[in-house]
């Protein structure tokens, strides 16, 4: 008896021992019961993307807790996206990108600031006045007198006042990297120095203001006409200049139908007579005292780009080179030769007509026709055409 006594004891004891060898084998029943305030302390936000970079405004500490990623899944394999536009810093601090808005007022506060900040690089003349009696200045980057020069335009048209900024800020961001920017393996300052850029940020300085601020920008002796003209109830949409004349149809007419043109002065297409106007009078005279060897005029609907005013074969070829350059550049598309209106005549047209040399209308923004492209458009249209000009000057030192 004592024998089976002695071995169930045994028996007893081997037990225990075998159950403290299973609590050890086993610690996850034996962990704490953690809190939901504790876990939310720690825990990372849901889904985390093991390679996201935490704002400035995480906890320190926090990226500890991020779960490491599966052996078979590199983050470095992963592609790594554009940056957006507005992560890419744009040069300069006077020629503000907070707001598309520009108007004539902005223009010339931002015109007396960069002509103080660099004036070794750019002398300030005006080309003429508008109808209202505000000067339209032109800004010369390099030598006004180099005999190689061209011509950069912005601003015909009222609502399409974003072309203005887009100028002004090409201006200050060549003037920001005059001595260390670099295109096609040669200086600014080399490609400045051999052609000058003039720059005309806008054209329509009436009209701009009477879009952006209304009949209260227009003087007394004005208003009265100018509350009268069709379009006035939707200034926003303004194209013409002060006085209800389309500055891009002003400057002669074609051969084409007539017809569906506006026979009145009104808020957009209505011709008038060729250079009836003080504003297209002045960029004739222009021309007439520079030989620029090239010109864009710079306009926003629709991301595409006029190069074409029945040329003759050999200059027809010459220019196309040209614009298949800018499109590379910009992206935009080349309108057809068959889509060219023969019925009024724009600035480029009359440009490639008169003097034989390359003309472009560039047409930045997506914007929907009758509408001033919208402030989330801005960063777009200034990464395409930040380099139009530069390129444009390269292209006449070889």
């Known amino acids: 008896m004592k024998k089976y006594l002695?071995?169930?004891?045994?028996?007893?004891?081997?037990?225990?021992?075998?159950?403290c060898s299973l609590s050890v084998s086993e610690p996850v029943l034996t962990y704490p019961q953690v809190t939901p305030s504790v876990i939310a302390s720690v825990s990372p936000s849901p889904s985390p993307t093991p390679h996201k970079t935490l704002g400035p405004t995480a906890t320190p500490g926090i990226t500890q807790y991020i779960p490491t990623p599966s052996p078979t899944i590199k983050p470095t394999e992963r592609p790594t996206p554009s940056p957006s536009p507005t992560q890419r810093p744009v040069p300069g601090t006077i020629v503000s990108m907070k707001d598309a808005q520009y108007s004539y007022e902005e223009l010339m506060e931002d015109i007396n600031q960069l002509m103080a900040k660099f004036p070794q690089y750019l002398t300030l003349r005006t080309i003429g006045q508008s109808v209202f009696g505000r000067d339209i200045p032109m800004i010369v980057?390099?030598?006004?007198?180099?005999?190689?020069?061209?011509?950069?335009?912005?601003?015909?048209?009222?609502?399409?006042?974003?072309?203005?900024?887009?100028?002004?800020?090409?201006?200050?961001?060549?003037?920001?990297?005059?001595?260390?920017?670099?295109?096609?393996?040669?200086?600014?300052?080399?490609?400045?120095?051999?052609?000058?850029?003039?720059?005309?940020?806008?054209?329509?300085?009436?009209?701009?203001?009477?879009?952006?601020?209304?009949?209260?920008?227009?003087?007394?002796?004005?208003?009265?006409?100018?509350?009268?003209?069709?379009?006035?109830?939707?200034?926003?949409?303004?194209?013409?200049?002060?006085?209800?004349?389309?500055?891009?149809?002003?400057?002669?007419?074609?051969?084409?139908?007539?017809?569906?043109?506006?026979?009145?002065?009104?808020?957009?297409?209505?011709?008038?007579?060729?250079?009836?106007?003080?504003?297209?009078?002045?960029?004739?005279?222009?021309?007439?005292?520079?030989?620029?060897?090239?010109?864009?005029?710079?306009?926003?609907?629709?991301?595409?780009?006029?190069?074409?005013?029945?040329?003759?074969?050999?200059?027809?070829?010459?220019?196309?080179?040209?614009?298949?350059?800018?499109?590379?550049?910009?992206?935009?598309?080349?309108?057809?030769?068959?889509s060219i209106s023969s019925s009024t005549v724009g600035l480029k047209d009359w440009f490639i007509a008169r003097y034989r040399k390359p003309g472009f209308t560039i047409e930045v923004g997506k914007g929907s026709y009758g509408t001033p492209v919208p402030y989330k458009d801005l960063y777009n249209v200034w990464y395409k055409n930040e380099l139009v000009p530069i390129h444009l000057a390269w292209k006449e030192c070889n």
């Open 141 to 338: 980057m390099g030598d006004p007198e180099n005999p190689k020069k061209i011509l950069i335009q912005g601003s015909t048209h009222a609502r399409e006042y974003i072309t203005s900024l887009l100028v002004m800020k090409q201006l200050e961001v060549y003037c920001e990297q005059y001595g260390t920017g670099i295109y096609k393996d040669s200086t600014y300052e080399q490609i400045i120095s051999e052609c000058a850029i003039y720059f005309v940020p806008m054209l329509n300085p009436d009209g701009v203001n009477l879009c952006i601020k209304g009949l209260d920008s227009v003087p007394m002796e004005w208003r009265a006409y100018v509350n009268a003209l069709p379009g006035i109830s939707k200034l926003s949409a303004w194209k013409a200049n002060g006085v209800g004349v389309d500055l891009n149809g002003n400057f002669g007419t074609g051969w084409g139908d007539l017809s569906d043109l506006p026979t009145a002065p009104c808020s957009d297409g209505y011709p008038g007579t060729p250079f009836s106007e003080p504003e297209s009078k002045a960029i004739q005279t222009l021309c007439a005292e520079n030989a620029f060897l090239n010109l864009t005029s710079y306009h926003a609907c629709g991301r595409i780009l006029y190069w074409y005013y029945y040329q003759d074969a050999t200059t027809e070829a010459r220019d196309l080179q040209y614009a298949l350059e800018l499109k590379g550049l910009t992206g935009y598309s080349l309108v057809g030769k068959d």
């Open 6 to 19: 002695l071995s169930f004891v045994t028996l007893l004891i081997l037990l225990q021992l075998l159950g």
